[in-house]
Nanobody, 128 residues
Framework: QVQLVESGGGLVQAGGSLRLSCAAS????????MGWFRQAPGKEREFVAA?????????DFAGSVKGRFTVSRDNAQSTVYLQMNSLKPEDTAVYYC????????????????????WGQGTQVTVSS
């Protein structure tokens, strides 16, 4: 029903910045709360950031990225963004976006099991 495609990953030096994009097709994008997760080799999938449905008035971030990352959405483009600044080697991971259908209420969600749809992931590598 909803397809998600991440882009914008790559290799960057520590202290640098990247902006990830997640483009959605199918459904009505504004009816989905969105999340970003990451997974490093041998580790569990980890919550990074979330934004509520509609205009995205509610956001939250993992403590490890708070103050460095921001999340935003452009419903006209059916796209959610993750702006990553002051990157550290420990940010190296595959980054995934996810969507949760939420037509009649607003909220933010932190668990992978909360989400209905997932993208394929994009690799972010931060070198020292």
């Amino acid at each position: 029903q909803v397809q998600l495609v991440e882009s914008g990953g790559g290799l960057v030096q520590a202290g640098g910045s990247l902006r990830l994009s997640c483009a959605a097709s199918g459904g009505t994008f504004s009816n989905y709360a969105m999340g970003w997760f990451r997974q490093a080799p041998g580790k569990e999938r980890e919550f990074v950031a979330a934004i509520s449905r509609g205009s995205g008035v509610m956001t939250d971030f993992a403590g490890s990225v708070k103050g460095r990352f921001t999340v935003s959405r452009d419903n006209a483009q059916s796209t959610v963004y993750l702006q990553m600044n002051s990157l550290k080697p420990e940010d190296t991971a595959v980054y995934y976006c996810a969507a949760k259908f939420r037509r009649f209420s607003s909220g933010i969600y932190f668990l992978p099991s909360d989400y209905d749809y997932w993208g394929q992931g994009t690799q972010v590598t931060v070198s020292s």
